[in-house]
């Protein structure tokens, strides 16, 4: 039974930074490549931050870029996003996901088949 579980949202002011963690297990973790989603109130859930499963490369979309990363620890199946200069905008859920086994298509939404349950993040002006 896969499990991805999130940590580490909450409330937090305008330019301040959090760090989400997600924990994954019943899968093979090394060889799939992890994404951060979100979705705002009324919003289609978006890909932000993906991660190869080798860990050598990662994606960006252009509204995160230079405020966020994404890395990994395959020895503690654990994916992790650090956020920087948080802005109001960046209120959302942010899901964690899985892509498909050995996939390189990381960086769009489609190659991703397993999700957890969601974190939110809140970003007060």
């Known amino acids: 039974q896969v499990q991805l579980v999130e940590s580490g949202g909450g409330l937090v002011q305008a330019g301040g930074s959090l760090r989400l963690s997600c924990a994954a297990s019943?899968?093979?973790?090394?060889?799939?490549?992890m994404g951060w989603f979100r979705q705002a109130p009324g919003k289609e859930r978006e890909l932000e931050a993906a991660i190869s499963w080798s860990g050598l490369r990662t994606y960006y979309a252009d509204s995160v870029k230079g405020r966020f990363t994404i890395s990994r620890d395959n020895a503690k199946n654990t994916v992790y996003l650090q956020m920087n200069s948080l802005k109001p905008e960046d209120t959302a859920v942010y899901y964690c996901?899985?892509?498909?086994?050995?996939?390189?298509?990381?960086?769009?939404?489609?190659?991703?088949?397993?999700w957890g349950q969601g974190t939110q993040v809140t970003v007060s002006s």
């Open positions: 996901a899985a892509a498909k086994q050995w996939s390189r298509d990381y960086d769009v939404g489609r190659a991703y088949e397993y």
């Open positions: 019943g899968l093979t973790f090394s060889s799939r490549a």
